[in-house]
């Protein structure tokens, strides 16, 4: 065993560190944080501390304990049984579903900015390229996808890293040249605005931007020394994405005033800015290639990924058994095509919902508050696991065995809740509608997601009737 784990190529520290920078950093995520204004940065750092790097070690121990494909299903099974990881499974794909028609509209409004920036909130060009977008991505996953990991890293350095760099470069240049800037700068200005809770609610899609960290954990135990080189890959990933988030934020919000900001297109109007104010209006189609690149290969990568979850539900027995019917490629065919047709129903809330900014926002709001109930699951596992398992060897392990475990996992939870309660309140810095709706809506469709598998018959439940029957 020794000599197998020696000449197994090791994952360096800088190697793990540009896996999580790519897993969490977003453009997409830019315009929500840039509402708060200075404010950001407290946010950003108090979300570090108390959400993502917990994640993250969270993700580390279990990881390494159980290393089988199906990730937090697998880890979730062993901590409280197959309906309880069904469900787990079951959040995680209706969240990303719920985040498709906002990445993608990021992207169609990058896209139409080419052709025509009027069109980039018209509501009905936005839902038809979407909804384009979307079925193509399905489409080219039906076929199986031999070289999406090439297309996933290219897309993310090219379309996500670099334009990221670019636009603090740009910024940083914007204020040294003491041109106007739309955000008062002023220390006062980085506490956070306490005097109402609602001004606290978009604090579930910031908190959305930092989710990601945890995919790396599967590849804790494949650096040399985990204990000393993952901690130490975390820290400097951590300093990264707090860099890139919070200037790339601060960028967006020192060229747009807050009461303008569009959540979709602000990123792409924010370079337009730049680069007409520095003469470099030649590179608008570029950067727009980049980040239409970079975006739609996440999608592509995300359309298929949790599926395959749900397909290890059903495999398992935990799920109905139709939705594990895959083509000869192995691309879980049943499981596309329903949440394709799910998709294009959300897609059509930018045809009637009013305001562009209100239905990209309750979707947004939607994927936070659903992704964060699938992470008290991720926290509640790492706690059961090192009570009830603690002899199962991992190669990495939280400090302190079950105080340790509890500590972390317990301050996942805590911030969770308190994210989660803040998340149904209307924002007081975006446009709605009447708060009745917005809420009933958002906590409607939350709780739904969450019954339906609850509902659902497993296939394990069927073949016990049917056996009775007989």
Known sequence: MITNRKNKKALSVFSLV????????????????????????????????FFMIPSALAAADMSTGWPKNGGIYVWVREAFGKKAAFIVAWILWLYNIIWFPTILSFLASTLFYIINPSLATDKSMIFIAITIMFWLATLANCFGMKVSGFIST?????????????IIVLAIGWVVAGKPIAINLGWHNALPDLSSLNNLAILSGMLF??????????????????????PKALLYSTVLILFCSILGSLAVAIVIPQDKINLSSAVITSFSIFFASYKMSWMMPIIMGCIILGGFSG??????????????????????????????????????????VIFTLLAML??????????????????????????????????KLKVSKPDVPRGYSIPGGIVGASIVGGIGIITCLFV???????????????KTAYELILIGGTVLVCIIPVLLPSAESRAKKNALKA
């Open 154 to 166: 290219l897309g993310s350095i090219f379309g996500t890293i670099l334009p990221m760099l670019l």
């Open 420 to 434: 989660l309660i803040l998340g149904f309140l209307p924002p007081s810095q975006i446009t709605i509608m009447s």
């Open 299 to 340: 999608v592509s990568a995300w359309i298929l990924g949790p599926g395959k979850c749900i397909r290890q539900a059903s495999e398992d027995g935990s799920a109905p058994k139709f939705l594990a019917k895959s083509t000869k490629n192995g691309a879980p065919i049943a499981i596309l095509m329903v949440q394709g």
């Open 209 to 230: 931007g930092l989710v990601g960290m945890e995919m790396s954990a599967i590849h804790a135990q494949d650096v040399e020394n985990p204990k000393k080189d993952y």
């Open 350 to 383: 930018f045809l009637y919902f009013p305001g562009f900014n209100a239905s990209y926002w309750l979707l947004s709001a939607m994927t936070a508050q659903l992704s964060v109930i699938f992470y008290m699951f991720l926290f509640a596992a790492l706690i």
């Open 18 to 49: 540009m896996i999580n920078v790519i897993a969490v950093d977003s453009l997409r995520s830019l315009p929500i944080s840039a509402e708060y204004g200075l404010s950001l940065v407290f946010y950003y750092i108090a979300g570090a501390l």
